[in-house]
């Protein structure tokens, strides 16, 4: 298995400004995954963290709006940027230790715009 | 690409009364089925899943999931649920690369 922190768990931010979320597990782990609740909606990914390398992003999301860090193979944070009330969404990291195991979650980050 | 169909967004169901969650999926590749739940307020807990064999799979909490390829489907079952088992339930499949997508959830209500 493996454990995961997010940070923050929650924000309120203003539209305008930029958030990063951090993303720390416990055990090295290839590849790290971003991922977007909206209110009501299921989970979307956002994009790929890979280690030592650039992102892969998902249709409908670009590095821009959405920059991510891999900075080794515990840790990655995401930032949101330019951020508008239509980001107010939770944001969840996850990692798959093995192939085709299972995903592990961490709790999200619970992030509202006014 | 991959996609994942709940057809039902909210399930009511009485206490001690059985519940089947439905899930279809569609994909042009082998992939893996996953079920998660999400109590208020949590985070994703895996519940079960398909990697190959067995097309019954059974997972905790009481749930169990069919694996139907010829019908692409993956429906969750309990025989008795419980007012504990009130939460959010996400159908998910993975792909080679292990990304994961998912269903847009189903919302089972027990009700006493």
């Known amino acids: 298995s493996a454990v995961i922190s997010q940070k923050p768990s929650r924000d309120i931010c203003q539209r305008g400004t930029s958030l990063t979320i951090q993303c720390q597990v416990d055990?090295?782990?290839?590849?790290m995954f971003w991922y977007r609740q909206q209110p009501g909606q299921s989970l979307t990914l956002i994009a790929t963290?890979?280690?030592?390398?650039?992102?892969?992003?998902e249709s409908g999301f670009v590095i821009d709006k959405f920059p991510i860090s891999r900075p080794n193979l515990t840790f990655s944070t995401l930032t949101v940027s330019n951020m508008s009330p239509e980001d107010s969404s939770i944001y969840l990291c996850?990692?798959?230790?093995?192939?085709?195991?299972?995903?592990?979650f961490g709790q999200g980050t619970r992030l509202t715009v006014v | 690409a991959q996609s994942v169909t709940q057809l039902d967004s909210q399930v009511p169901v009485f206490e001690e009364a059985p519940v089947e969650l439905r899930c279809n999926y569609s994909s042009s590749v082998s992939v893996y089925l996953f079920w998660y739940v999400q109590y208020p307020n949590q985070g994703l807990q895996l519940l079960l899943k398909?990697?190959?064999?067995?097309?019954l799979v059974k997972g905790i909490n009481g749930f169990e999931a069919e694996f139907n390829k010829s019908q692409t489907s993956f429906h969750l079952r309990k025989p008795s649920v419980h007012i504990s088992d009130t939460a959010e339930y996400f159908c998910a499949v993975s792909d080679s690369f292990n990304k994961f997508y998912f269903g847009s959830g189903t919302k089972l209500n027990v009700k006493p």
């Open positions: 996850s990692v798959d230790p093995g192939r085709n195991t299972e995903a592990f």
């Open positions: 398909y990697l190959s064999g067995s097309t």
């Open positions: 055990s090295q782990v290839t590849m």
């Open positions: 963290a890979n280690q030592g390398s650039e992102a892969t992003y």
